[in-house]
């Protein structure tokens, strides 16, 4: 429809000390075309603005995720991946205890864009021992909070 431009990413290879690196890389952007903002414009809808139009519905997405053990990359970094959770009474309960610290969040006036929402993440969830009563930290996920 012609409303967003496309630059495409790229990457460059190399070798160093026997091994494959990336030398050089871009992302992949994507920016609004005029004629896109001019439309949004006509609808009263700003680019420094979306979040009074677009809310995220916080009651469609799970308040936990779970995240298996992490491993190191080939730069060394520590990294996991996102699980479908086990299932489990703790796994309702844990969601509930997060449910019930956002709906005490609702109840109060904050000076952000939105009130602050929360949800909880466990790590090492592949680990036959996983039983969510390990780590579970909080994460506030809402805009304007970090």
Known sequence: MGWVEVYP???HYGEFDGGVTVEIAKARRLRATQSFLGLAEE?????DTPI??????????????????????????KVSKK??????PKLRMA??????????MEQHSFSLEQVPQFKRVFN???EPSFD???GGRLYCIAAGTG
């Not at 609808?43 to 680019?47: A, D, E, K, T, V």
């Not at 969601?95 to 005490?104: D, G, L, P, S, Y």
């Open 9 to 11: 990413g790229f990457r």
């Open 43 to 47: 609808h009263q809808i700003y680019p």
């Open 52 to 77: 009074q139009h677009f809310r995220k519905d916080h009651a469609v997405t799970s308040p936990v995720e779970v995240k298996t053990s992490s491993i190191r990359n080939a730069r060394g970094k």
């Open 83 to 88: 699980m479908k959770p086990p299932q489990s």
């Open 95 to 104: 969601m509930e205890q997060v449910r019930e610290i956002n709906a005490f």
């Open 124 to 126: 090492k969830g592949d």
């Open 132 to 134: 969510y009563d390990l």
